[in-house]
């Protein structure tokens, strides 16, 4: 099955990237359609292979965005695929420990069963979606992100984070309730991450549990659940009305901005 032809939310296969996926192929409420090949999520591009380097390539991508902090980044450069990059740190302002911080004990079993035992990894996930509608660097992040989708000549382009399904899951989320795709098209495009990315963390899931550890107690940080997009989709609605008031109340972004976003994504 080529791109063109594969179903919305259809994972692209690049073993190194793994929830490589195109936006494009869902029906709007209106009769419109997102358009393919504009606008691309995935896992980092920092362990990428040579050969998948080259099939990425491929894409020809104009602008990589990463909502990585500083120190992800840092830790696993995104390797070069001909775009520009640019670096939004969603979680900039955020105080305490999230997360991601969490996995990097993942040789410490019994500090992870502590932290995550008995709802707690689920309940830290909503807590760190609330943040993705809250956090003023969120906002700015997100705000930047949108405003250069919009800018012609932008696109192709990709986004992504560490593992591609938190903060480039509600970019992802965001961008298709913008465009009027119904909502349960859009919980299911969240998510296909769990049938996605988890198999490709099986090496780090087994020397998790080589260490001691029991790899299910991870799945609420490592995985995605409805409930943690619900808790932002709730969020948002709560504080902006609408998808619409969020993204000129919350992010900041001009009618004029709105429309060309619209432009670029929609046919019809």
């Known amino acids: 099955m080529s791109e063109g ?30 358009k393919r090949g504009r606008l691309y999520r995935s896992v980092l591009l920092g362990r990428l292979t040579d050969a998948d380097l080259e099939r990425v390539r491929r894409l020809g991508l104009r602008k990589i965005f990463d909502f990585r902090t500083a120190d992800e980044f840092e830790a696993t450069p995104d ?21 991601a911080s969490l996995l990097a004990k993942m040789d410490d079993p019994e500090a992870l069963h502590a932290a995550l035992a008995d709802g707690q ?4 996930m909503r807590t760190a979606y609330s943040e993705l509608i809250e956090l003023p660097s969120a906002n700015q992040a997100y ?29 992802a989320a965001a961008t298709l309730l913008f465009l009027g ?17 988890w ?19 991870l799945r609420p940080v490592l995985g995605v659940d409805r409930s943690y ?13 609408s998808i619409d008031g969020y993204m000129r109340d919350g992010l ?15 046919d019809g």
């Not at 073993?15 to 997102?34: F, H």
Request: net charge negative.
């Open 79 to 99: 390797r070069d695929v001909g775009a520009v990059g640019i670096n939004l740190n969603v979680l900039a302002d955020r105080t305490g420990e999230g997360p």
């Open 5 to 34: 032809t594969m179903a919305p939310g259809a994972n692209i296969p690049v073993a190194s990237l793994p929830n490589l996926r195109d936006l494009g192929g869902y029906e709007t409420a209106d009769g419109a359609a997102v």
């Open 199 to 217: 198999p490709a963390l099986k090496p780090y899931l087994e020397q998790f549990e080589r260490a001691g550890g029991d790899p299910e107690i």
């Open 181 to 197: 795709v119904g909502e349960e098209d859009v919980y299911h495009d969240y998510l296909q991450t769990n049938e996605q990315l």
């Open 229 to 241: 997009l619900e808790t932002a989709v709730g969020l948002m609605r709560g504080k902006y009305g």
């Open 143 to 171: 705000g930047t992100f949108f405003r250069s989708v919009a800018e012609s000549g932008s696109l192709p382009a990709l986004f992504h984070c560490t593992t591609g399904k938190d903060r480039t899951g509600w970019a």
């Open 121 to 124: 990894g689920g309940e830290m």
């Open 252 to 266: 900041g972004l001009e009618d004029q901005v709105l429309e060309a976003l619209r432009d670029q994504m929609l």
